[in-house]
């Protein structure tokens, strides 16, 4: 969205609640990189569940650190051949291999 002053804006409309920390930050680095004349002023989730925007906002800078490093991590394990998914749930949640591994038990 551009506003009447020329800014940009992204909103990324939800049906339920607005989460998904990296999901605004690949955006707008997307966006950027295909517009690169033109920044991102900031980057907003409409939720249709709760009627309203939610900002990133001060956490931003903090997310595309994260981001980075994950990133970082994952090119560096797949290179090295070593690179194990980080203990959460989400990271076992849609597995092939879940029914018959022992190591989400450790997740729950």
Do not use: H
């Not at 295909?34 to 002023?41: N, R, Y």
């Not at 749930?89 to 729950?108: A, D, M, P, T, W």
């Amino acid at each position: 969205v551009r506003s009447n002053e020329g800014d940009t804006y992204l909103i990324d409309y939800k049906k339920g609640g607005a989460e998904g920390p990296y999901q605004l930050i690949l955006y707008k680095r997307l966006y950027e990189k295909a517009f690169p004349k033109d920044d991102v002023k900031e980057c907003f989730f409409y939720s249709m569940k709760d009627a309203c925007f939610k900002s990133v906002g001060k956490k931003a800078e903090q997310l595309e650190q994260d981001l980075d490093q994950d990133i970082k991590d994952a090119r560096e394990g797949y290179r090295e051949g070593s690179w194990i998914a980080k203990p959460d749930k989400q990271s076992c949640e849609n597995c092939r291999e879940r029914r018959i591994c022992r190591r989400r038990f450790n997740l729950q």
